[in-house]
């Protein structure tokens, strides 16, 4: 017993020499160097303690798509703000009574509590009453939840038990109590903590624990979810349903002693005995809201523009640790019907879990001061669980390690009509073979031949159409290799010519795997180019047909209509300005030399299948067979279709229904015709729908 009390004894010391620390530290406008929540929180508390008047607590950004419902939430803290008309007086009254009884009572510090606590610690040896204030916890809980970050780190340093931090604390609490009123502190305190499962916040709490508003708790609602603050792991009330209960009793009958069920105490009693009475009522599937692209709308389905999105972002502005924390609305440009067109189009050709084998296809709106990215879809549902066909890559966005063949002629032709080498409806010479003096193969000659049999000489509207080797060798040669690269880069594969290296890989910083894919082509002298065996983005690809479809305007694909910030204010995004790669005539005289690949002697008749729109189109198949595409417009849309190997190890491609990976063996070998030019119609008869048939663009007659 004399142990005990003599334990005690020296608590009470303890507490009576913080409380005198604690009061003579108010008396001083600075006390430094005392280990705030962290070099941050220091700093923000030394330059003006009113910084936590105006508290930015981190919120959920929201993702909507074109017609403004939402398709994703992004957030490091579930937080739904209220003001304190959206708060129940009943929660307020629920807060106060098991934390802070004398709130309105005390300016910041309670020096009776402190007081009743010492003299408690000195007869009972114990110190668990008069901890801190609701204004010191809102202090410790802005420190480690808003300035902090939220990390483990942050948090261990604002809640650690030192008399630097206290001092801090209550020095901090007594200046907020002379900026703000009681109602304010208690709003801000309800907005800020904690209250478990991932919560933070009243409004969030609410919703989740009740599936309702903080305006709308009943007692015995308020009275859990103030319980919870205190330990919201230990008495969670999906999985510790009798703890919890025990606690909210205990946060009623501190209601009841506060006053708040009324000044008759059997009145009061029997209240209480009826709000203890009730069930938890809490849900029985918390209403948590979906974190990340995998989200509010379906995730398997537009996670991939979502990734997109994001990625997007961070190099637009907004990296992803601001945009998971500011509270953004992103109003996108993604059309969920085109989405869930390409989705079930790509889908369609090969299933999601056919091995090894993906399909995946973009679609961007041309327009003269913008590219709007309406879809993004792949066979593969976007989404973690590769056993069930799923992938978290960006597959339609990002620069795949495989080529799109033939369609890089596209940027040949391109390259010839601007130098004037020929016209679209010129004749071309198409030998059967062709052996090149220009470019080389370990040093010999580089010999073509084509896959088929053509006449000696063609138009290039034909040559685009039917997709000879040997004719696009030789304007190669005329036109330069250089400038056809450059073509390919200015008409929109900006990032798979020089934002990734031969490998497909992107490059790093400091150059160490560089250069660039297209100026190793350059520097190699590989007229290979033109044949498209390269690592090629799906979605660039959709662009360069936007870019053509646009009068010859380049500009970036935009996930982006426009951003706003938590308090509605518009977002200044950092884009690179459109720029007309190449001349009005030159993109419209390629579009009608690209309009035959539909007509029968084109390699996408098979697929077209009764298509009636005037369009641009190209088919592309490489030489191994590991990959096949499609690129096509009109002048309403534009997209493009890949369907590559992305299993471990490549393999050859065999058309069939589905396609399968059939080894080395390539007499079997799917083409661009077969597989990806079907998804592409397939995909565009939905999206187009009854929309306005539109002609292409008239051709000048100095490219005829």
Known sequence: MFAARAT???????????AGVLLAALLFPVVGGLGLASNRAADTVDQTSG??????PPLVTTVLDKDGAPIAYLYDQYRIPVPSSGISDTMKAAIIAIEDKRFFEHKGVDWQGIARAAAKAGVEGETSQGASTL????????????????????????????????ISEARIATQLEQKLSKDDILTAYLNIVPFGNGTFGIGAAAKAYFDTTPDKLTVPQAAMLAGLVNEPSRLNPGAAVEPAIKRRNTVIDKMRDNGAFGSDAKVAGEKAD???????GVVADLKLLPNGCVGAGDGPVYGFFCRYLVDYLDTAGIPTDKLIRGGYTIHTTMDPVATRAAKEAAEGQVPKNQPGIANAMAVVEPGDDKHRVRALAANRDFGNNADAGQSAYSIPAEVTKFGAGSIYKVFTAAAALEKNITGIDKQIDVPATYTSKVYKDSGKGYTVRNAGKYPEKMTLTDALAQSPNTAFIILEEKAGLNNVVDMAHRLGLRESMQGVNKDGNPLKPDGSNGPSQGDVYKRDNSGSFTLGAGPTSILELSNVAATIMSGGKWCPPTPVEKVTDRNGNPVQLKEAPCDQAVAPEVANALATGMSADVKPSGTAHGAANGWNRPMIG??????????????????????????FTDGVAPQVICNGSPPRLCGTNDSGGVFGGQVAAPTWFNAMRTIHGDAEIKPLPPVDPRYR
């Open 274 to 280: 009826e709000y203890k009475a009730a069930d938890i």
């Open 135 to 166: 204004t010191q916890q809102y202090v410790k809980n802005y420190l480690a939840f808003v300035v902090g970050e939220g990390s483990q780190e942050a948090y261990e340093k604002a809640t650690e038990a030192t008399l630097g931090r206290k």
């Open 618 to 643: 190209k088919t592309g198949t490489t030489e191994d067979h590991w990959s096949v595409a499609f690129i096509g417009a009109t002048p309403q849309f534009a997209g493009a279709v890949m369907t």
């Open 51 to 56: 910084e936590l008047t105006k508290a930015e």
């Open 8 to 18: 005690g004894l020296f608590k009470l010391l303890g507490l009576c020499l913080m």
